[in-house]
């Protein structure tokens, strides 16, 4: 029986876990579950995995949910906040956490988690990007073990041999080919991207996601954040790594060979398939995921992607190349301008700006500790705020 925590267990990554989980009472059972503040959610959720913890946001959400629980009958500890998430992540009590928080928020407990040598099923790409050789250090000092559920670093992850280790050159690898779909405005008139919605930018053509994520798809920073990712957890130089648009999103990302051969990992969009893959690793088990019909699909579309029309991908790969704390500030500024796109305090194509004065205005220094890399979290956090202060009056 493995123990799982699922940091982040109210939203879309969240709930496709549970779903697979529900589908295998036998093998998993859930010890803890955490909400920002859906605790309505969150409570239908208590009720039906009768997890032993449950961890909110704040004070108040903790006791809305403890008169929900009560209401149920149930016997779930509830607590709230961030020494509480990284309990959950940590505790002797759970094998597996799934870290599904979205944003730097998930930095806290996912840390935590490495450095109780747990089982780490990664779909929080912001803590990688934000302290990459950091959280790896961890990794690797407590024998914790990552597996990536981003679908695309999963599809790497599955298409790389066994004996890989993190040594890509001796493992023969050219290439390391991340797929992207191109998001809702891949081939809309740039000049009109100034003026799209937020609920426009969240129409994903092929998945359903949480609305930060889906807003990062739109301006191609999911894919800039990916790149980061990918260096990272298969210590892979940027100069290796290539995005290939792929509007079907049936190619999950491929690694190019030495020899001329390429290797691929295909199904239909839908994260259940990475998640299962994880959490079972390296066995198999069924997610609820339709076989693949190839043939009702017909045919994968493969392009170039356009720096100019995602200016987001290019400030990526820079921030990368720049390295220590430059990805961290990138991210984070990338975090407010969303918010406040989402929020309709800026456009569509202020994102980019603010993340480009951001970056060019704040220093970047060596990401030495946990403590630099937060600090350097919060200047750009104030800095981006300012910015998007001038933009909206
Ligand atoms: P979501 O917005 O649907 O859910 C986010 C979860 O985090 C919720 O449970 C919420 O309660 C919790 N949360 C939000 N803010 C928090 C805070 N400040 N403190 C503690 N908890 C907080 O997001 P999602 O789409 O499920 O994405 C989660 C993560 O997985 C992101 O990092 C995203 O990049 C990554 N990811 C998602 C997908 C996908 O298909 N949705 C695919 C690949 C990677
Ligand atoms: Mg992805």
């Given at each position: 029986m493995?123990?799982?925590?699922?940091?982040?267990a109210?939203g879309?990554?969240?709930?496709s876990?549970?779903?697979?989980l529900?589908?295998?009472?036998?093998?998993?059972q859930?010890?803890?579950?955490?909400?920002h503040?859906?605790v309505?959610?969150?409570?239908e959720?208590c009720?039906?995995?009768?997890?032993a913890r449950?961890v909110?946001?704040s004070?108040?959400?903790?006791a809305?949910l403890?008169v929900l629980?009560?209401?149920?009958d149930l016997?779930?500890?509830?607590?709230?906040?961030?020494?509480?998430?990284c309990?959950?992540?940590?505790?002797?009590?759970?094998?597996?956490?799934?870290?599904?928080?979205?944003?730097?928020?998930?930095l806290?407990p996912?840390?935590?988690?490495?450095?109780?040598g747990?089982k780490?099923?990664?779909?929080?790409?912001?803590?990688?990007v934000m302290?990459?050789?950091?959280?790896?250090?961890?990794?690797?000092?407590?024998?914790?073990?990552?597996?990536p559920?981003?679908?695309e670093h999963?599809?790497?992850?599955?298409?790389?041999?066994?004996?890989?280790?993190r040594?890509?050159g001796?493992?023969g690898?050219a290439k390391?080919?991340l797929?992207?779909?191109?998001?809702?405005f891949?081939?809309?008139?740039?000049e009109?991207?100034?003026?799209?919605t937020?609920?426009?930018?969240?129409?994903?053509?092929?998945?359903?996601m949480?609305r930060?994520?889906?807003?990062?798809?739109?301006?191609?920073?999911?894919?800039?954040?990916?790149?980061?990712?990918?260096?990272?957890?298969?210590?892979?130089?940027?100069?290796?790594?290539e995005?290939v648009i792929h509007?079907?999103?049936?190619?999950?990302s491929?690694?190019s060979?030495v020899?001329?051969?390429?290797?691929a990992?295909?199904?239909n969009p839908?994260?259940?398939t990475p998640i299962?893959n994880a959490?079972?690793?390296?066995e198999?088990i069924?997610?609820?995921?339709?076989?693949?019909?190839?043939t009702s699909?017909?045919?994968?579309q493969f392009?170039?992607?356009?720096?100019?029309?995602?200016?987001?991908?290019?400030l990526?790969f820079e921030?990368l190349?720049a390295?220590?704390?430059?990805?961290?500030l990138?991210?984070a500024?990338?975090?407010?301008?969303?918010?406040?796109?989402?929020?309709r305090?800026i456009g569509?194509?202020?994102?980019d700006?603010v993340?480009?004065?951001?970056?060019?205005?704040?220093?970047?220094?060596a990401?030495?500790?946990?403590?630099?890399?937060?600090?350097c979290?919060?200047?750009?956090?104030?800095?981006?705020g300012?910015i998007v202060a001038?933009?909206a009056?």
């Open positions: 493995q123990r799982i925590t699922i940091l982040g109210t879309s990554i969240g709930v876990t549970l779903d697979v529900a589908r295998h009472p036998d093998q998993y859930v010890y803890a579950l955490s909400a503040s859906k309505e959610e969150l409570a959720q009720a039906r995995f009768r997890p449950a909110v946001g004070a108040d959400a903790a809305r403890t629980l009560r209401e149920r016997r779930t500890q509830v607590e709230h906040g961030e020494a509480a998430l309990s959950i992540a940590a505790s002797a009590d759970t094998d597996t956490v799934m870290a599904a928080i979205v944003g730097a928020a998930g806290a996912t840390l935590a988690a490495a450095r109780a747990k780490i099923l990664l779909a929080n790409k912001e803590a990688l302290s990459g050789q950091l959280f790896m250090d961890a990794v690797h000092e407590h024998g914790a073990t990552l597996l559920i981003d679908s999963n599809a790497i992850f599955q298409s790389l041999p066994q004996s890989y280790a040594q890509p001796a493992a690898v390391i080919l797929t992207a779909s191109g998001g809702p891949l081939n809309r008139a740039v009109t991207l100034e003026h799209v937020p609920d426009e930018a969240c129409k994903h053509p092929n998945w359903v949480g930060k994520i889906s807003v990062d798809s739109a301006t191609m920073m999911n894919k800039g954040l990916e790149v980061i990712e990918a260096h990272w957890l298969f210590g892979a130089p940027a100069a290796l790594i995005v509007p079907q999103s049936v190619i999950h491929m690694v060979y020899d001329g051969s390429v290797i990992e295909l199904g839908d994260m259940r299962a959490l079972a690793f390296p198999r069924e997610s609820g995921v339709a076989q693949l019909d190839l699909i017909g045919t994968l392009y170039k992607p356009d720096f100019a029309r995602f200016p987001c991908l290019a990526a921030s190349e390295g220590g704390t430059a990805p961290a990138l991210n500024a990338n975090e407010v301008a969303v918010q406040a796109f989402l929020e305090r569509f194509r202020d994102i700006r993340i480009a004065r951001v970056m060019h205005e704040n220093p970047h220094e990401a030495s500790s946990i403590g630099a890399v937060m600090a979290d919060a200047r750009a956090r104030a800095a981006a300012s001038g933009l009056r």
